[in-house]
């Protein structure tokens, strides 16, 4: 789990269970994405709350999850620095 810490001090992150965010302090969470099923059986991982693209089809729900994990760190995270 990547913590970005802003000058500010605020801590930014993909949400993830490995700590307990709320030992450092006020939690606001916010949805980045949406990982949906198609009608053909597939998953999508639907970036656009994030001004992000939809990514897939995945013939798995877990290969959706991990594309939009990757993304948000890279696109989201690490470009939408606070300083």
Do not use: K
Request: charged share 20%.
């Amino acid at each position: 789990m990547e913590l970005l810490i802003e000058v500010s001090g605020c801590i930014r992150c993909v949400y993830d269970e490995q700590i307990s965010l709320a030992s450092l302090g006020e939690v606001t969470i916010q949805r980045g994405s949406h990982v949906e099923p198609t009608t053909e059986g597939n998953w999508i991982a639907d970036l656009t709350p994030v001004d992000g693209p939809v990514l897939g089809p995945f013939s798995e729900r877990s290969q959706a999850i991990a594309a939009e994990v990757r993304w948000l760190q890279r696109y989201w995270l690490l470009s939408n620095r606070q300083e």
